[in-house]
């Protein structure tokens, strides 16, 4: 039996195209993706959000797929397998540590849209807008509710990854992923049918240039690489279950177009019902808990009834979008304790799920609970997203890169972009241009304004 058949491998080209995308498709795309579309001039914005998605991500996520497949091991081993030794063995364990950290703190916030879904459905989550923000000051600084909803939420995702690849996060996506799309096409639809969401789709749609500048395109390029969780290993990991006629190029292009798509479907479902009201979507973090909760009473004032679909069906959106990328956050944990202790993957899913839920535990209670629980000045939670985004994700796309264009050998990386010569390679030279050059030096663009620098 050879190790890849025993480690497990997804069952088809559609399992592996939606568990991927899956990965990278989250909050990152309902949530982050229309906020900063409202502060960055909406369509410019996204016209250039798609530029860095297929010129500069795609290249990265076929560089982390390289080094997946080839190993058909967990991160940390298929990064030290082609390092033979030398210092580029870190970046595994960089993405190990990184995806941990990041399915921690995540799981806080997917708990609370578990909480918002729990109100809506109840039809609690209802007052003018001193109510609704008080509401969330007072549910996330609770002890405990928030700490419970966070803990559920990594054992929602336990149990699914440690089912394995095939029956636990391929069949998942399956039913996930389509569910997901259907809630948001409803969604879009609802919204774009209120009196004067026109506005709203315009702002998304029709480009501006004139609000472009350097600050933008970095926003846009530090977008792609959030939300193709490029730098977290989870590629390379998933990556190390495809089967050898897996078109990594192919594959990378498809995922994009998921992605991207439901990107601005998100637009077009938070901006049309925004507009409609008055309200301009570019709130940040807080667009979520605490903006779109009026928005949706406003706006479908007249029709209690389809108001309360529309914020039952909406926070269902947001919980199954947090689960498909905390299950693949899950997953590069398991498969490395599983296959560097040499344990059982259920023994292994264990580790990563204690490990989480003390850094879930601590980063719920920081945000209200016991306000003295800081690092650096911030809250535990925000810490950790600050950790990762602006420093380890950067750092694991930015070394991935540099290893893949110049360490590893230009023969195995030209047999694993044609499948061993079974398709064109007409593209590796440029596909190695960008991962050796231009990704780089952008990411590195990227990393030196998140800090202030540029």
């Given at each position: 039996?050879?190790e890849?058949?025993?480690r497990?491998s997804?069952?088809?080209?559609?399992?592996?195209?939606?568990?991927?995308?899956?990965?990278?498709?989250?909050?990152?795309?309902i949530?982050?993706?229309?906020?900063?579309?409202?502060?960055?001039?909406?369509?410019?914005?996204i016209?250039?959000?798609?530029?860095?998605?297929?010129?500069?991500?795609?290249?990265?996520?076929?560089?982390?797929?390289?080094?997946?497949?080839?190993?058909?091991?967990?991160?940390?081993?298929?990064?030290?397998?082609?390092?033979?030794?030398?210092?580029?063995?870190?970046?595994?364990?960089?993405?190990?540590?990184?995806s941990m950290?990041?399915?921690?703190?995540?799981?806080?916030?997917?708990?609370?849209?578990?909480?918002?879904l729990?109100?809506?459905?109840?039809?609690?989550?209802?007052?003018?807008?001193?109510?609704?923000?008080?509401?969330?000051?007072?549910?996330?600084?609770?002890?405990?509710?928030?700490?419970?909803?966070?803990?559920?939420?990594?054992?929602?995702?336990?149990?699914?990854?440690?089912?394995?690849?095939?029956?636990?996060?391929?069949?998942t996506?399956?039913?996930?992923?389509?569910?997901?799309?259907?809630?948001?096409?409803?969604?879009?639809?609802?919204?774009?049918?209120?009196?004067?969401?026109?506005?709203?789709?315009?702002?998304?749609l029709?480009?501006?240039?004139?609000?472009l500048?350097?600050?933008?395109?970095?926003?846009?390029?530090?977008?792609?690489?959030?939300?193709?969780?490029?730098?977290?290993?989870?590629?390379?990991?998933?990556?190390?279950?495809?089967?050898?006629?897996?078109?990594?190029?192919?594959?990378?292009?498809?995922?994009?177009?998921?992605?991207?798509?439901?990107?601005?479907?998100?637009g077009?479902?938070?901006?049309?019902?925004?507009?409609?009201?008055?309200?301009?979507?570019?709130?940040?973090?807080s667009?979520?808990?605490?903006?779109?909760?009026?928005?949706?009473?406003?706006?479908?004032?007249?029709?209690?009834?389809?108001?309360?679909?529309?914020?039952?069906?909406?926070?269902?959106?947001?919980?199954?979008?947090?689960?498909?990328?905390?299950?693949?956050?899950?997953?590069?944990?398991?498969?490395?304790?599983?296959?560097?202790?040499?344990?059982?993957?259920?023994?292994?899913?264990w580790v990563?799920?204690?490990?989480?839920?003390?850094?879930?535990?601590?980063?719920?209670?920081?945000?209200?609970?016991?306000?003295?629980?800081?690092?650096?000045?911030?809250?535990?939670?925000?810490?950790?997203?600050?950790?990762?985004?602006?420093?380890?994700?950067?750092?694991?796309?930015?070394?991935?890169?540099?290893?893949?264009?110049?360490?590893?050998?230009?023969?195995?990386?030209?047999?694993?972009?044609?499948?061993?010569?079974?398709?064109?390679?007409?593209?590796?030279?440029?596909?190695?241009?960008?991962?050796?050059?231009?990704?780089?030096?952008?990411?590195?663009?990227?990393?030196?304004?998140?800090?202030?620098?540029?």
């Open positions: 039996m050879s890849h058949h025993h497990g997804f069952g088809s080209k559609l399992g592996i195209i939606l568990a991927t995308a899956g990965s990278a498709v989250g909050l990152g795309n949530w982050r993706f229309p906020y900063m579309t409202g502060q960055n001039g909406g369509a410019a914005f016209v250039i959000y798609l530029v860095c998605v297929f010129l500069l991500g795609v290249p990265g996520m076929v560089a982390e797929f390289v080094v997946g497949r080839h190993a058909s091991s967990n991160a940390a081993r298929a990064y030290s397998l082609l390092a033979k030794g030398t210092p580029w063995r870190v970046i595994g364990y960089i993405g190990v540590f990184t950290i990041i399915l921690g703190f995540y799981a806080v916030v997917a708990g609370w849209c578990l909480q918002y729990m109100v809506s459905l109840l039809g609690q989550l209802h007052g003018d807008a001193a109510f609704v923000a008080d509401y969330f000051t007072r549910f996330s600084s609770h002890p405990l509710i928030p700490v419970g909803w966070a803990l559920l939420f990594i054992l929602l995702t336990h149990f699914v990854v440690v089912r394995g690849v095939r029956e636990g996060i391929e069949r996506s399956k039913v996930l992923m389509p569910l997901l799309l259907v809630l948001l096409v409803l969604l879009v639809v609802a919204a774009c049918m209120l009196p004067g969401s026109s506005k709203g789709v315009e702002f998304l029709k480009p501006d240039f004139g609000k500048s350097g600050g933008v395109f970095l926003e846009a390029l530090g977008q792609a690489f959030f939300s193709l969780s490029l730098g977290t290993a989870c590629l390379c990991t998933y990556a190390s279950y495809f089967g050898r006629d897996t078109n990594l190029l192919g594959s990378a292009v498809k995922i994009s177009l998921l992605d991207s798509l439901i990107a601005i479907l998100a077009l479902m938070i901006f049309p019902a925004a507009f409609s009201v008055g309200v301009n979507p570019d709130s940040g973090p667009l979520i808990f605490i903006t779109l909760p009026n928005v949706f009473q406003e706006a479908f004032q007249s029709v209690p009834a389809v108001g309360y679909v529309v914020s039952v069906a909406f926070y269902a959106l947001l919980a199954l979008a947090a689960l498909t990328s905390t299950i693949s956050m899950h997953e590069i944990g398991t498969s490395f304790f599983h296959e560097e202790l040499k344990v059982s993957r259920q023994k292994g899913g990563v799920t204690l490990i989480c839920c003390v850094i879930a535990v601590l980063c719920s209670l920081s945000v209200g609970a016991i306000p003295a629980l800081r690092v650096k000045g911030m809250t535990v939670l925000d810490f950790c997203d600050s950790l990762t985004a602006d420093y380890l994700l950067p750092l694991g796309a930015f070394l991935t890169c540099l290893f893949v264009g110049w360490y590893v050998p230009r023969r195995l990386v030209s047999d694993q972009f044609t499948n061993w010569g079974t398709l064109s390679g007409r593209l590796l030279p440029v596909f190695l241009f960008f991962v050796r050059f231009v990704c780089p030096v952008c990411i590195a663009c990227v990393f030196l304004h998140q800090l202030g620098v540029i």
